[in-house]
């Protein structure tokens, strides 16, 4: 943080790790943050199943063995994308003809680029 | 584009800088002349980026505003009208919290009268006189409370003795102090004691004791002599002070190894508290004075009004400002009230609860009976298990669903929560009939104290920030002295 200097150590946690995702190049404010593992886990730590698709390079599955999505191999966003292009599952997706042509433009690799695939704000 | 709002935020000056107070997290934060403007153009009225950016243009490039715009955002200080900040969630402990204090009256009984106190006034949650509660805990009681402290604490466990006059039932004190002593030895854990007690039974025997094992102790005083005299009586309506006085004289020239404090309950009579602080700390030598205000219904003609509220918080003020000047001076100053609040800001405390009752800290009754606190030891309304049976974990689970600060609409809009979650669950029960309502009828009241403890923050910040050390870590506090 350059305008917010911290003062109390709460402050100091908080800055550590609000300057940590610029690092790799994550915009902050748009990035679906919440639904990524943040800070320690909420869980018990315990055995990962995948199920279902995980033989290919895709978890394509919504939820962990505990229901959430904190656990999942992939970021569901990868999820999103992967759906919407390769899987006959029906993914809700921006409009790519009139509304959102671009959506995927700067995620050439999925693998590579699945953070780039962001939010469209009406 | 969209609006940017103002956030959930506190901001406030001091040292001639401006700061926030970030309810979200409760961190404390410095904002450059960038941030300022931005948010103080936004909390006028809410802007689009690109009107900020050509309001501010004459002083700040557009690249700045729209980093502080990111850091404001990120901090949550500044919100897009379509994404409002997300309220707090219910998040609830998933292992039991171990139990770090325990506070055990040993008797309900007393020989004082107070006309305020909580456990025999008109308000009192316990029937104490001819309820199933014994008027003493026995020694095997006492036993069973250290054994079942030792089993729920960590490495570490803080045991309370508390009333009642604490100090009438010194018998079975004593024999709870050598049973825990040894059976903390056995387990390797460490265990250290407090008492409260109005000081009346404080013979040499008594002081000679507490000086051996090392207690904190905390005196119910109210201050000079007619102010003590006004409320704390014996049954016959004699004052106390007399008695007291010298006791207290006598504690402190004999226990030295650690501080000792006194405790002060504010009444609409007793409201002039610089000459209560000076008397205690220079006339007496506590080296520590809290103030509460009596726990009451608002109709009980000692309650202090809204009125009184107000005269409270610019005498907390003034003696604030004492503390601020000793603390940039690195002295050591014995206002308890700000120390404690200026901890919990230092730390960044961003409380779900009020306080630790029913979590870390439990109330055990003369009977064994475990409760969310002292103040509700032997409620059956109240109770979480006992003793000998444990804590009953499904009532403990529960209770802190039921109490979390997610859970009281009026909270989350409040700036302060991080620091106040609702108040005290017994001010909450007297006032309002239920331990679940946030204390409304003195939020003007936290506001306004936390805001003034925000500035001293800053002020110690800027100008000795050594001095703050001392909460984050032992050994670096300014000595009484």
């Not at chain 1, 279902?52 to 390079?57: E, N």
């Not at chain 1, 999103?80 to 509304?99: M, T, Y």
């Not at chain 2, 506070?103 to 009268?113: A, D, K, P």
């Not at chain 2, 529960?398 to 017994?426: E, I, N, T």
């Amino acid at each position: 943080m350059k305008h917010l200097s911290p003062v109390n150590e709460k402050a100091r946690r908080l800055a550590r790790s609000l300057d940590a995702p610029e690092k790799t190049g994550g915009a902050p404010d748009r990035d679906v943050v919440a639904l990524q593992q943040q800070g320690p886990p909420q869980q018990p730590p315990g055995p990962h199943v995948p199920l279902g698709c995980s033989t290919v390079f895709s978890p394509g599955w919504e939820v962990d063995r505990t229901g959430g999505t904190a656990g999942l191999c992939q970021p569901v966003e990868r999820d999103l994308f992967d759906c919407h292009i390769g899987c006959f599952w029906p993914a809700q997706v921006p409009d790519q003809l009139n509304h959102a042509p671009d959506w995927t433009a700067k995620c050439a690799a999925a693998q590579k680029d699945w953070r780039k695939i962001d939010l469209v704000f009406p | 584009m969209s609006l940017l709002q103002h956030g959930d935020c506190h901001a406030f000056e001091a040292a001639g800088r401006r700061f926030l107070y970030l309810s979200a997290s409760a961190a404390v934060v410095a904002m450059d002349e960038v941030s300022t403007a931005v948010l103080e153009a936004v909390a006028a009225r809410p802007r689009v980026r690109d009107e900020l950016v050509s309001d501010l243009a004459d002083r700040h490039a557009p690249g700045a505003v729209d980093e502080a715009i990111a850091e404001l955002t990120g901090v949550r200080a500044l919100h897009r009208r379509e994404a409002p900040i997300p309220a707090p969630r219910r998040m609830l402990p998933l292992t039991p919290v171990p139990l770090s204090t325990m506070v055990m009256n040993v008797t309900n009984q007393c020989n004082l009268s107070c006309a305020y106190c909580y456990e025999y006034s008109e308000d009192r949650v316990v029937q104490t006189d001819y309820g199933r509660q014994p008027k003493w805990m026995s020694e095997e009681t006492a036993r069973a409370s250290v054994d079942f402290l030792l089993r729920e604490s960590g490495p570490v466990a803080h045991l309370t003795f508390f009333g009642g006059e604490t100090l009438l039932n010194f018998r079975v004190l004593q024999a709870a102090v050598a049973y825990a002593d040894q059976q903390a030895a056995a387990l390797g854990k460490q265990i250290d004691y407090s008492i409260t007690t109005n000081a009346t039974l404080l013979g040499p025997e008594v002081i000679d004791f507490l000086a051996e094992h090392r207690f904190g102790v905390t005196v119910s005083i109210d201050g000079p002599p007619d102010v003590q005299n006004r409320f704390r009586v014996f049954h016959g309506g004699r004052g106390s002070y007399d008695v007291v006085a010298p006791k207290i004289r006598a504690l402190i020239r004999k226990h030295r190894s650690r501080p000792i404090g006194a405790r002060v309950t504010l009444t609409r009579d007793t409201l002039d508290i610089r000459r209560v602080f000076t008397h205690l700390t220079e006339d007496m030598g506590f080296s520590e004075v809290g103030f509460a205000p009596a726990t009451t219904a608002p109709e009980r003609s000692y309650a202090v009004g809204s009125d009184g509220f107000d005269a409270v918080l610019e005498q907390f003020r003034d003696l604030a400002d004492d503390f601020r000047d000793a603390a940039i001076a690195h002295r050591h100053h014995g206002f308890s009230n700000v120390r404690e609040t200026l901890e919990e800001i230092h730390k960044g405390a961003n409380k779900a609860w009020p306080c630790g009752a029913g979590m870390g800290l439990l109330g055990v009754s003369t009977s064994g009976d475990v409760a969310l606190c002292h103040r509700f030891a032997g409620s059956d309304d109240h109770r979480l298990g006992d003793v000998r049976g444990g804590i009953d974990r499904s009532a403990q689970a529960g209770f802190l669903r039921d109490h979390h600060v997610a859970g009281k609409p009026d909270c989350l809009s409040c700036w302060a929560r991080p620091l106040c979650a609702g108040g005290c669950y017994h001010e909450a029960h007297t006032r309002y009939g239920t331990t679940q309502a946030a204390n409304l009828h003195y939020c003007d009241w936290i506001r306004g104290w936390t805001d003034t403890c925000l500035q001293i923050y800053g002020e110690i910040a800027v100008r000795n920030p050594a001095f703050l050390k001392q909460f984050e870590g032992p050994d670096e506090a300014p000595q009484p002295g």
